[in-house]
Nanobody
Framework: QVQLAESGGGLVQAGGSLRLSCAAS????????MGWFRQAPGKERERVAA??????????GDSVKGRFTISISRDNAKNTVYLQMNSLKPEDTAVYYC?????????????WGQGTQVTVSS
């Protein structure tokens, strides 16, 4: 089992920044690819970004691709994955979840955190 705990969400004005963190415990963190997902009210969950176990490969979902203000990273020594979000827009408002999986950047992801709310006001 892998336990995941997100933090860093909150209320921010449009154009502001947040860094989400996801701390992992349980099995060896650097055996897992990690992903960030989000779900806005009334919408399906969507993939935001993913990073390989080594940190050498990353993936960004279509909704954020091309926005150089969002980046995923990990620190295996701290068992933590991050999602840095700058220049936030109201459409980024959602619950953000981190997830862990063994089978590539596209999943499946078997372990999930409880989520952290991000609200971007206009």
């Amino acid at each position: 089992q892998v336990q995941l705990a997100e933090s860093g969400g909150g209320l921010v004005q449009a154009g502001g920044s947040l860094r989400l963190s996801c701390a992992a415990s349980g099995r060896t963190f650097n055996n897992y690819n990690m992903g960030w997902f989000r779900q806005a009210p009334g919408k399906e969950r969507e993939r935001v970004a993913a990073i390989s176990w080594s940190g050498g490969s990353t993936y960004y979902g279509d909704s954020v691709k091309g926005r150089f203000t969002i980046s995923i990273s990990r620190d295996n020594a701290k068992n933590t994955v991050y999602l840095q979000m700058n220049s936030l827009k109201p459409e980024d408002t959602a619950v953000y979840y981190c997830a862990a999986g063994r089978y590539g950047l596209y999943g499946p992801f078997h372990y999930w955190g409880q989520g952290t709310q991000v609200t971007v006001s206009s």
